[in-house]
């Protein structure tokens, strides 16, 4: 069906009224750009908002933040994964608010009416009321996270070469990642082989065996959600590139640039990054009681807001109970993708008259990767290690990632990493900022 402007146009965000169903997307994701990617828009209008024009592979942001990869070998513009479709309108914009009553959203460019909401927003950083770590740590959730990351470490080296006081220098050298998940635990591997490999070559001024990388943790085992024989496994690659990991060990506070824990251990450290909790993100307009733990909104198993069947949450905002995840679909890139193709399916079906399906999540498997040649996998009741589950780890994330030229990138560079563990990416790329600036 073609789509005919019949009624109007919107012309604050130039979207044209027609006889087509809208389905309105927030967050162009993982789940929002494999259902943009699948829905059939002979059928739909589709409008996608995101905040970003770029859709980001959060996986591989801690190589960016380690000067592994650069930047846009993982991020993808929204409007070139999309520009063969047809009514279809991509807007740059935040939604700040939902109005079920009225079925429409509230943005920062206008308000637009929709027929079906597909609520796709992601995750965002959870600190658990740790003020001093939501001042003062970094959280490595996006693109400029991860790319201020890699400055910071990079501009503190330079500071760390003149500097006199003995302290102030480890201080500055000293890395302190919170949370031994999997973010957590690729990039301590990740700047550990920075630290043992490349760091030395490029600071022949700096003794890098000052330099120390603490891994603190809540729970008993890294990689909690994996099984037992990985967890032994990861953290036996971590202590291998020299990671200090600290199990059973909670963070209480952050002051003076000395990181506190419930244990006898106090961290002194500049760079301190916060990996060890998200929870839910997703614009006003659901009640409390609506919200599940985590800030995750309920879904029932057609991935619908149980009282409201033309609003549908997917991916990191949504929380589906299972019998076999009776505490919800965890928060993975999997879950998300396979969430947003089910919805493309159910769309298209509905629109062909069909019955629509329950969603069921097929779990292909968990991995992490500690460092070259060092990774973990849990496949079912296969669980790999070591070298094989590093390549297929490498494999899996070249195959997911948006756009052939990316893959090329990435693979590139990857193999270049491995033969020479020197790729020339290690920038500091912040604004200039003039020491006295405060005083003229
Ligand atoms: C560092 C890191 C490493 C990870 N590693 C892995 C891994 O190895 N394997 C794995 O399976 N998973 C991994 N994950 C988790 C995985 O990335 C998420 O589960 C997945 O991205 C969730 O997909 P999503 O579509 O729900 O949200 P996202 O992919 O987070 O997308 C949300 C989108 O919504 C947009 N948005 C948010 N709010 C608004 C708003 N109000 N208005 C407009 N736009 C908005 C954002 O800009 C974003 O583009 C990792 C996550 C992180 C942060």
Same mark, same amino acid.
């Given at each position: 069906?073609?789509?005919?402007?019949?009624?109007?146009?919107?012309?604050?965000?130039?979207?044209?009224?027609?006889?087509?169903?809208?389905?309105?997307?927030?967050?162009?994701?993982?789940?929002?750009?494999?259902?943009?990617?699948?829905?059939?828009?002979?059928?739909?209008?589709?409008?996608?908002?995101?905040?970003?024009?770029?859709?980001?592979?959060?996986?591989?942001?801690?190589?960016?933040?380690?000067?592994?990869?650069?930047?846009?070998?993982?991020?993808?513009?929204?409007?070139?994964?999309?520009?063969?479709?047809?009514?279809?309108?991509?807007?740059?914009?935040?939604?700040?608010?939902?109005?079920?009553?009225?079925?429409?959203?509230?943005?920062?460019?206008?308000?637009?009416?929709?027929?079906?909401?597909?609520?796709?927003?992601?995750?965002?950083?959870?600190?658990?009321?740790?003020?001093?770590?939501?001042?003062?740590?970094?959280?490595?959730?996006?693109?400029?996270?991860?790319?201020?990351?890699?400055?910071?470490?990079?501009?503190?080296?330079?500071?760390?070469?003149?500097?006199?006081?003995?302290?102030?220098?480890?201080?500055?050298?000293?890395?302190?990642?919170?949370?031994?998940? /999997?973010? @957590?635990?690729?990039?301590? !591997?990740?700047? *550990?082989?920075?630290?043992?490999?490349? &760091?030395? =070559?490029? #600071?022949?001024?700096?003794?890098?065996?000052?330099?120390?990388?603490?891994?603190?943790?809540?729970?008993?085992?890294?990689?909690?959600?994996?099984?037992?024989?990985?967890?032994?496994?990861?953290?036996?690659?971590?202590?291998?590139?020299?990671?200090?990991?600290?199990?059973?060990?909670?963070?209480?506070?952050?002051?003076?640039?000395?990181?506190?824990?419930?244990?006898?251990?106090?961290?002194?450290?500049?760079?301190?990054?916060?990996?060890?909790?998200?929870?839910?993100?997703?614009?006003?307009?659901?009640?409390?009681?609506?919200?599940?733990?985590?800030?995750?909104?309920?879904?029932?198993?057609?991935?619908?807001?149980?009282?409201?069947?033309?609003?549908?949450?997917?991916?990191?905002?949504?929380?589906?109970?299972?019998?076999?995840? /009776?505490? @919800?679909?965890?928060?993975? !890139?999997?879950? *998300?993708?396979?969430?947003?193709?089910? &919805?493309? =399916?159910? #769309?298209?079906?509905?629109?062909?008259?069909?019955?629509?399906?329950?969603?069921?999540?097929?779990?292909?498997?968990?991995?992490?990767?500690?460092?070259?040649?060092?990774?973990?996998?849990?496949?079912?009741?296969?669980?790999?290690?070591?070298?094989?589950?590093?390549?297929?780890?490498?494999?899996?994330?070249?195959?997911?990632?948006?756009?052939?030229?990316?893959?090329?990138?990435?693979?590139?560079?990857?193999?270049?990493?491995?033969?020479?563990?020197?790729?020339?990416?290690?920038?500091?790329?912040?604004?200039?900022?003039?020491?006295?600036?405060?005083?003229?």
């Amino acid at each position: 069906m073609e789509e005919s402007v019949t009624l109007y146009k919107n012309f604050q965000m130039n979207i044209p009224e027609t006889d087509l169903p809208r389905v309105v997307v927030i967050g162009a994701g993982f789940a929002g750009l494999k259902l943009a990617r699948q829905i059939n828009t002979h059928h739909y209008q589709l409008v996608l908002f995101d905040k970003n024009n770029y859709h980001t592979f959060q996986p591989l942001l801690y190589q960016v933040a380690s000067a592994g990869l650069e930047p846009d070998s993982i991020a993808y513009p929204v409007r070139k994964t999309l520009r063969r479709k047809k009514n279809m309108y991509f807007r740059l914009t935040e939604v700040n608010k939902v109005d079920r009553e009225q079925k429409k959203v509230f943005t920062e460019i206008g308000d637009l009416r929709y027929d079906y909401l597909v609520i796709a927003t992601g995750a965002t950083n959870n600190f658990f009321g740790i003020d001093a770590m939501e001042k003062n740590s970094m959280p490595m959730k996006s693109l400029t996270e991860a790319l201020d990351l890699r400055s910071k470490m990079l501009e503190n080296y330079e500071r760390a070469i003149y500097t006199q006081d003995l302290n102030e220098r480890i201080r500055l050298m000293n890395v302190v990642i919170v949370g031994a998940g /999997p973010t @957590g635990v690729e990039l301590a !591997g990740a700047i *550990a082989e920075l630290r043992n490999k490349i &760091l030395p =070559k490029d #600071f022949p001024d700096l003794d890098f065996r000052q330099m120390s990388i603490h891994l603190i943790e809540a729970a008993p085992r890294v990689l909690v959600a994996m099984s037992e024989k990985s967890s032994k496994r990861a953290l036996k690659y971590l202590k291998k590139l020299n990671v200090n990991v600290h199990l059973d060990t909670a963070v209480k506070d952050y002051k003076n640039g000395v990181v506190t824990t419930n244990q006898e251990r106090e961290f002194l450290a500049d760079t301190v990054i916060w990996a060890a909790g998200v929870a839910g993100d997703h614009p006003e307009g659901f009640h409390t009681d609506e919200l599940a733990k985590g800030n995750r909104i309920k879904v029932n198993s057609y991935c619908q807001v149980p009282d409201d069947e033309q609003v549908y949450i997917l991916g990191d905002s949504a929380y589906l109970e299972t019998e076999e995840y /009776p505490k @919800g679909l965890p928060m993975l !890139g999997s879950v *998300a993708m396979q969430a947003g193709a089910y &919805l493309a =399916k159910q #769309f298209n079906r509905k629109a062909k008259g069909k019955e629509i399906k329950p969603f069921q999540y097929v779990d292909k498997g968990t991995m992490a990767t500690i460092g070259r040649n060092l990774a973990v996998a849990d496949f079912k009741r296969y669980k790999l290690g070591g070298a094989f589950a590093w390549i297929t780890w490498m494999f899996v994330h070249l195959m997911l990632l948006v756009g052939f030229r990316n893959r090329v990138i990435v693979f590139i560079n990857w193999t270049w990493n491995y033969f020479r563990y020197n790729n020339g990416l290690r920038l500091i790329v912040r604004p200039f900022r003039k020491k006295n600036k405060s005083k003229e």
